[in-house]
Every structure is written in structure tokens, then in C-alpha cells.
């Protein structure tokens, strides 16, 4: 049969395609097996990779990485050295602005890290070698905390467990003087030669044109424990004082030793630091000690001694009232507004006098310690944390402007009441005169040759012995200027401070026990005045306690085999409630001997020609025998008599 209309390309075209995809398809699997169809090109036309090369290579790769991510592998890149640019640079400084200068050339220091102030290359400078505080000495002191120190000072209060025991406290001071003088010479240069050495004068930009800005004033104490000299001490900040050694702990950067610098040009903060007040008490015992000033000479009359005590007091009083208007100022407050405050307060309560009595003691104080004032010997610290780096308070600190007025007001009446001592002593027309009604106007503390420097340790023990020694440390001209030191001095830039050198030990000092007992008269057995004794003997002994803030007296008579000292109670005025005060000692007498020496001069009559053996029941220790002609004549006991009659304690 003919087929019409249809081509031989239609009739045939399925089959045409089926045999080119056989072709396409034979092909291709042939090229499977023929050669490496599925390898790729190597980078930079190296060669060709087959497919079973692939994973070898990524191991291989993976691994090169790894050993580069490693930190100890060395690095891929070399980087060149940098080109120097500080001759560059130091040249531009010097060529001048226009192509043809018209003014003479001039330097202004305005890169001084980096241009080291125009000094020229390669110079050194002298370091200073801060010379050792001198003349060392230390005082105790035995007072009662005034009430509000406590709430001001929380860390205090961990000496006072008991609320219901009076705030006694017995503490040391260690004063020293220091030579500013010397340190101006060595930051200048003036005690070397700088032509002959080759050096240069310290830039006085460096510290402000300060030398003398003292950062820190370090005390050491030493313990005497079975006369072996041990336990070295260094003393903190006692709580409250204005210090900067937390920031001296840790890294010291640009501002917080800009900040230092400027707290430091301030006087009241640099008094803080190297003259810190003790907190108020009740009655102002504490004054620094005085290197330069010996004490009051032993062996003047009573009423002459008596005196100069008054009047040293006063002139510390007046001086102490001068640091408070100071610091008051520095609160934002005013002198006129103590004035006004001073005209609301009710006049002081009269200071008891002395009253007779069994022992000739004095008739207790109501509480208060007698005065029923006390007085601010914390200015300028309490007020600032014990971290410092801060500034005194704003003026919206009302409560902090009315305490510094209130110590104020109390510094004033103390000085009133010991000029009212001193007139029943000598003549109106020798009696000094009044505090002035407002300071002179306050100077910076170190601006003169000499300054007394002085640090308070509350951890002492009644009854111990102990010395203390002091450093001076002070701001480093050289921190922070390693880019302008050559290479022998960089070191010096690494330190905040620059330490002298330590001083010398002070003299022993042996804290005064709040208990003391003396023994004053002696009658041996068979001695008229021993009468009604059993002929056991007799004695007469004086105890000293202190107890809130006051000196306690009572005298005791005992024989051979009493113990000394008992609990006694005293009435109050006002309907108070009665004051217990413990005047137990622990000591037993044991014997009453007559003294055998011929040439002491001692007369039975008298209770002078006898000895007292006692034993201390509390803390075994060996026998003691006491001497009424040795005792009679202590000054310690002298003192606290004193204290006892007139009051002040």
C-alpha cells in the first residue's frame, strides 16, 4: 500500500531518535572508562586532580591551616620595621611656619612626653634620694570616744562588742620630723654638680612645681615579746583617715594620677595625710607629739607645772580650732553660722572640783568625764572614705556643716574652761588671751623647711611595749615619662611613689595599763602606826582606774594577807543612776618587811620604813616588792594625780 503526503524523514523520525540518544548514551559510557573524564585543572595549569586525589588533598590543606592557627607557629607575613618619625618630627618643631621667619623661633612644650620638654637626647637626671623621717618619738594617750564616733565610723565598732561599756580607748601616736627642704634640693638638682655630671634638673611640670607632695606616710611597729624585738607591723589608716593607698595597689593610669596631683595642691587634704586628727573624745587628751619641743621639765613646783600644762593646752586648742574653721570652710559652711549656733546652746554644766573623802579621792563626775563637752580631733577625715580620691562634701551636706560647728563650739568652750584653770592660778593680766574670732587665712602645710609628720595606731595592747619607725612616701616626677628617660633610668617611670629612706627605731614605749596601783605608805609589824593590825603590819596603797573617759582614784588600807582593790559604787547628781567602777586589782599582800637600810632616810612614822611583797593572783606572776619611798616619788603616779584632782581626765 502507497503512502501519500508523508516524507521519509516523518515516517522514520522516532526511530532516527531513539538511535541518536543510543549513539549519545554509548558515548558517554564509554568515556567512563576511557582516560580521566572527571579530573579538574591544578591552579597556575600544574596538572589535572582525579576524583579519588580529592580527599587526600583536603586532609593534607586542613592540616597546613591547623599548624597556622597554632600560636606557636612562626609568622607567614614578615612585616617591615616601621620608619622612624621622632627626627622627623623634631625637625618640623623647629623649621618655622612661613618659608621666611619673621618672629624669633620659640619652643612650646606641647608633645612633652614624646619631646621630653626640649631636653636633648641622651641626658640623665639625678634621682632623688629621699632622706629618712628623724627624731622619732611616741606618746599614749588613755580617752573616751565622744558618742556620735561610733555611728560615724561603722569599722570602729568592732572594738566596742559591749554597747552598755563606756567608748575607753588607749591608742599610740608616732610623730617624726621630715626635711622638705632637702627634697626641694634633690628634685632641683642643687645637691649635685648637673654641668660636671652631664645631667639635668628634673622638669618642675613634672610634679607641678611640687616637690614636696607626699602621698603616703608609712608606719612600722615592732613588738618587744621576751626581749626579743618581733612582729613587725605595718600600721593601716586608722578608719575614717583620707588616703590614697588602695588606688597605690592597683594599676595607676593618666587620670587617676592627674587626680592625685590635684587633691594633693590642696592643704587640707595634704594635713589628712600627713598630720591626720584623732576622732573627738570627751576630754581632747590627744596632741601630737613634739620632736622639736621637750617635754615639761620634772621637778617644778606643782602650781608652775600646772601652768605650763594650761597654756600648752590652750595654744592646742586654739591651734586645733583653726584646722576645724579650715575644714568647716571647706564643707561649704561658715564661721558666722557656728556663732548662731553657738547662742542656742545652753551653757556648760560646772566642772567638779575636788572633795574630800576617804583617801582624799574627788567626788565623781556626773557622765560625760566632768566637762560634759568634747571636741573634734578628727577634722578633715571621716568625712571622706577611707579609699579617698574624694573631695570634701557639698554644701547640701547639712549634717556633716552642723557636726564641724558643734566641734567647733566644743573647742571653744574648752578653751573657756582652761583659761577659767588658769586664772584661779596666776594673775588676770597673765592669762592668755581668747581664740581669735577667725583663723588667718590657711597656708599650704609644707610651705616651710621642716614639717612634723605623725600617724595613729589603735591596735595596741595595755601593758606592752613597743617602737615604732616611719617613711615618707612621695609622687615620682619620673611616672609615666619612659619616653623622655634614656635607657638606664626607664625603670623609674614604672612607680607611682619615690620612698625614703626608713628612720630609726623610736625609744621603747610600755602602754599604760588602765589599772594602776601604787603603794604609799608602809608600817611593818610592831610599828606604832600599826596599831590594831594584829602587829601583821599595815599599808596604804592608791588605785587608778579609768573608766569612761575619767580617772578614778580610791585608796585602800590593807595588812598582810588582803586583797587590793574592790568594786565601788558612787551616787550620781541629778537622781542618775548609781556608777559601778571595778577597782579590783588581783594582788594579795603577802608580807609587810621593815627596811633594813639605814641610809634611805625613811621613818616608820611616816609609812616610809617598810616594804610591801605582793603576789598577782590573776596572772601568777612572780613576787613584787614595792617600794612606798620609790612609789611616792613616780611620776606616773604624780601624773595621774593630776588628772585625778584637777579634773581633766
Same mark, same amino acid.
Given at each position: ?13 522516532? &526511530? ?18 576511557i582516560g580521566e573524564p572527571n579530573a579538574v585543572p591544578k591552579p597556575q595549569g600544574t596538572g589535572v586532580i582525579a576524583p579519588d586525589e580529592i580527599d587526600a588533598l583536603l586532609q593534607a590543606e586542613a592540616e597546613r591551616l591547623l599548624e597556622r592557627l597554632d600560636e606557636a607557629s612562626p609568622p607567614q607575613i ?29 619652643? /612650646? ?6 619631646? *621630653? ?5 641622651? /641626658? ?12 622619732? /618619738? ?31 580607748? %588607749? ?5 617624726? $620630723? ?9 628634685? $632641683?638638682?642643687?645637691?649635685?654638680? =648637673? ?37 613587725? %607591723? ?10 590614697? @593607698?588602695?588606688?597605690? *595597689? ?58 605650763? $600644762? ?13 584646722r576645724l574653721i579650715e575644714r568647716l570652710e571647706k564643707l561649704g559652711g561658715t564661721f558666722e553660722e557656728c556663732g548662731r549656733d553657738r547662742e542656742d546652746r545652753q551653757p556648760p554644766p560646772p566642772r567638779p572640783g575636788p572633795a574630800g573623802g576617804p583617801g582624799g579621792k574627788r567626788q565623781p563626775p556626773g ?35 552642723? &557636726? ?41 602645710? =609644707? ?17 606592752? %611595749? ?5 617613711? #615618707? ?32 627605731w623610736s625609744d621603747p614605749l610600755r602602754v599604760s595599763p588602765p589599772l594602776r596601783v601604787f603603794i604609799t605608805k608602809a608600817t611593818p609589824a610592831g610599828g606604832r602606826a600599826a596599831a590594831g593590825t594584829l602587829g601583821l603590819g599595815r599599808a596604804t596603797a592608791q588605785v587608778y582606774r579609768f573608766y569612761d ?8 588600807? /590593807? ?11 558612787? @551616787? ?12 579590783? %586589782?588581783?594582788? #594579795? ?28 593572783? &590573776?596572772?601568777?606572776?612572780? =613576787? ?13 603616779? $604624780? ?5 585625778? &584632782?584637777? *579634773?581633766?581626765?
Open positions: 500500500m502507497k503512502t501519500k503526503g508523508i516524507t521519509i524523514w516523518e515516517l522514520h523520525a522516532e &526511530r532516527i531518535v531513539l538511535g541518536l540518544a543510543t549513539v549519545l548514551l554509548v558515548v558517554f559510557t564509554a568515556r567512563q572508562f614578615e612585616l617591615p620595621d616601621p620608619v622612624p618619625a621622632l627626627d622627623y618630627l623634631l625637625a618640623r618643631f623647629d623649621r618655622p611656619v612661613y618659608p621666611q621667619p619673621a618672629l624669633p623661633q620659640f619652643h /612650646v612644650a606641647i608633645a612633652p612626653n614624646i619631646r *621630653g620638654f626640649e631636653r636633648e637626647p641622651g /641626658v640623665e637626671f639625678p634621682v632623688p634620694q629621699v632622706k629618712a623621717p628623724y627624731q622619732v /618619738v611616741v606618746k599614749s594617750y588613755s580617752d573616751a570616744l565622744a558618742d556620735d564616733v561610733l555611728s560615724e565610723h561603722v569599722d570602729l565598732q568592732e572594738q566596742f562588742p559591749d554597747p552598755s561599756q563606756p567608748l575607753d580607748i %588607749t591608742f599610740v601616736t608616732a610623730a617624726a $620630723r621630715f626635711s622638705v627642704a632637702d627634697l626641694r634640693r634633690q628634685f $632641683r638638682g642643687e645637691h649635685v654638680d =648637673l654641668d660636671a655630671e652631664g645631667k639635668a634638673a628634673i622638669p618642675s611640670s613634672w610634679y607641678k612645681d611640687r616637690p614636696e607632695n607626699i602621698v603616703d606616710v608609712v608606719i612600722e611597729r615592732q613588738q618587744l615579746v621576751d626581749a626579743h624585738w618581733t612582729n613587725i %607591723t605595718t600600721l593601716d589608716p586608722i578608719p575614717g583617715q583620707f588616703t590614697f @593607698r588602695p588606688q597605690l *595597689g592597683e594599676g595607676i593610669g593618666a587620670g587617676v594620677r592627674d587626680q592625685v596631683i590635684e587633691q594633693l595642691g590642696d592643704p587640707v587634704v595634704q594635713l589628712d595625710i600627713i598630720r591626720p586628727e584623732f576622732y573627738p573624745t570627751k576630754n581632747e587628751e590627744w596632741s601630737p607629739p613634739a620632736p622639736d619641743q621637750p617635754e615639761i621639765p620634772e621637778g617644778l613646783a606643782p602650781k608652775e607645772e600646772e601652768v605650763r $600644762r594650761i597654756k600648752s593646752d590652750i595654744e592646742r586648742f586654739k591651734e586645733k580650732r583653726k557622765p560625760g568625764g566632768g566637762t560634759g563637752v568634747g571636741m573634734s580631733g578628727g577634722a578633715g577625715m571621716g568625712r571622706r572614705g577611707a579609699g579617698g580620691g574624694k573631695g570634701p562634701a557639698d554644701r547640701g551636706d547639712e549634717a556633716a556643716i552642723r &557636726r564641724r560647728c558643734n566641734e567647733i563650739n566644743r573647742v571653744d568652750e574648752r578653751i573657756a574652761a582652761r583659761k577659767e584653770d588658769l586664772s584661779g592660778l596666776i594673775d588676770p593680766g597673765d592669762a592668755l588671751e581668747g581664740a581669735p574670732p577667725h583663723p588667718d587665712e590657711p597656708h599650704p602645710p =609644707l610651705d616651710v623647711d621642716e614639717i612634723t609628720i605623725w600617724g595613729h595606731d589603735l591596735t595596741v595592747e595595755p601593758s606592752e %611595749t613597743y617602737r615604732y619607725r616611719l617613711t #615618707v612616701k612621695i609622687y615620682n616626677p619620673f611616672f609615666g615619662k619612659k619616653r623622655s628617660l634614656v635607657d638606664q633610668q626607664q625603670d623609674l617611670a614604672e612607680s607611682f611613689t619615690l620612698s625614703s629612706a626608713v628612720s630609726e573617759g575619767d580617772q578614778w582614784v580610791e585608796t585602800f588600807h /590593807v595588812q598582810p594577807g588582803d586583797y587590793i582593790g574592790t568594786v565601788k559604787e558612787y @551616787r550620781m547628781p541629778d537622781g542618775e543612776e548609781p556608777v559601778r567602777i571595778d577597782f579590783s %586589782t588581783g594582788l #594579795v599582800v603577802l608580807d609587810i618587811v621593815e627596811d633594813i637600810d639605814p641610809g634611805r632616810g625613811g621613818s616608820v612614822g611616816a609609812g616610809r620604813a617598810a616594804k610591801v611583797l605582793l603576789q598577782d593572783l &590573776r596572772t601568777g606572776e612572780i =613576787l613584787q616588792l614595792r617600794d612606798p619611798q620609790v612609789e611616792i616619788l613616780n611620776p606616773d603616779r $604624780r601624773r595621774l594625780e593630776q588628772r585625778a &584632782r584637777s *579634773g581633766k581626765a
